[in-house]
């Protein structure tokens, strides 16, 4: 059976940094696509990053580019995502999903930017 599980999550304030991780179970982690989602209140869910299954190439939206780095250790199973410089507008729910063939979802971790 195949698990992600999402951790690292909490309330910070602006301008401080989180570090999430996504530890997969249950599949071969070093083949699969990997990437992380965020889905604010009352907005679709949104790809924030994504890591190839070597981990050689990356890929952010705009609004995250030179703030947030996806990460991946093939041997750990699990996929990073250092996020500093954070804003109010990063809050959100953040998913990890691993894509091959078939893809699967973890159930989210809550990040909360405040003052």
């Known amino acids: 059976q195949v698990q992600l599980v999402e951790s690292g999550g909490g309330l910070v304030q602006p301008g401080g940094s989180l570090r999430l991780s996504c530890a997969a179970s249950?599949?071969?982690?070093?083949?699969?696509?990997m990437s992380w989602y965020r889905q604010a209140p009352g907005k679709e869910r949104e790809l924030v990053a994504g890591?190839?299954?070597?981990?050689?190439?990356?890929n952010y939206i705009e609004s995250v580019k030179g703030r947030f780095t996806i990460s991946r250790d093939n041997p750990k199973n699990t996929v990073y995502l250092q996020m500093n410089s954070l804003k109010p507008e990063d809050t959100a729910v953040y998913y990890c999903?691993?894509?091959?063939?078939?893809?699967?979802w973890g159930r989210g971790t809550q990040v909360t930017v405040s003052s």
């Open positions: 999903k691993a894509v091959l063939i078939s893809e699967y």
């Open positions: 249950g599949l071969t982690f070093s083949r699969y696509y």
């Open positions: 890591i190839t299954s070597s981990g050689a190439s990356t």
